[in-house]
């Protein structure tokens, strides 16, 4: 089983770039999530979706944008690139709200 | 508003010693908790989970955490650590809402 996949896992952007980074699951789950974790801060939820063709803002959302088009993808984009969004990006899906999350392996992203 | 404080930074443990990570949360709703393990350079696996019942929780690799309302906590546990779990470990937190609270993280170093 593939679970969750992202891709790319490594990337470099200059400021003021854009890049889209790319979710996909295979377990038909509803709920997905982006996280972003940076060194002693754990993980923060940027956006998340609870279902095909929705989206809703996390704690921080500021400067990404998110899509669901498919029940087996989401798309977390940055429009301009800054400095301040160096980070290691995860996504994560679940079946039901209550439910355990699955992770995917990471994608980490420096941004000259 | 949730939240959630693990109480130690970095854990230092010598091989087949007991272990005890803590975790704080604050919440007004019923909430589900989790720990999460990371290796590095991965994702982020499910260790347990308390959703109801049994406050006393088993998880994989000898983990458990027990579930104390009285005190918000959520500690968890292991009688006697291997080196291979050297690692981060996050506590989480969540309402019906789906989304996850995450603690700071606690490195927990095994020594021979």
């Known amino acids: 089983n593939a679970g969750v996949t992202q891709t790319p896992k490594f990337r470099v952007l200059k400021t003021g770039q854009s890049m889209t980074l790319l979710c996909a699951q295979d377990?038909?789950?509803?709920?997905m999530y982006w996280y972003r974790q940076d060194p002693g801060m754990g993980l923060r939820l940027i956006h998340y979706s609870v279902g095909e063709g929705t989206t809703a803002k996390g704690e921080v959302p500021d400067g990404y944008n998110v899509s669901r088009l498919k029940k087996q993808n989401f798309l977390l984009g940055l429009e301009s690139a800054a400095p301040s969004q160096t980070s290691v990006y995860f996504c994560?899906?679940?079946?039901?709200?209550?439910?355990?999350?699955?992770f995917g392996d990471g994608t980490r992203l420096s941004i000259l | 508003a949730q939240s959630v404080t693990q109480l130690d930074s970095q854990v230092p443990v010598f091989e087949e010693a007991p272990v005890e990570l803590r975790c704080n949360y604050s919440s007004s709703v019923s909430v589900y908790l989790f720990w999460y393990v990371q290796y590095p350079n991965q994702g982020l696996q499910l260790l347990l989970k308390y959703l109801s019942g049994s406050t006393l929780v088993k998880g994989i690799n000898g983990f458990e955490a027990e579930f104390n309302k009285s005190q918000t906590s959520f500690h968890l546990r292991k009688p006697s650590v291997h080196i291979s779990d050297t690692a981060e470990y996050f506590c989480a937190v969540s309402n019906q809402g789906g989304k996850l609270i995450f603690g700071q993280g606690t490195e927990l170093s095994v020594k021979p």
């Open positions: 994560a899906s679940s079946q039901f709200s209550n439910q355990p999350q699955h």
């Open positions: 377990m038909n789950h509803e709920y």
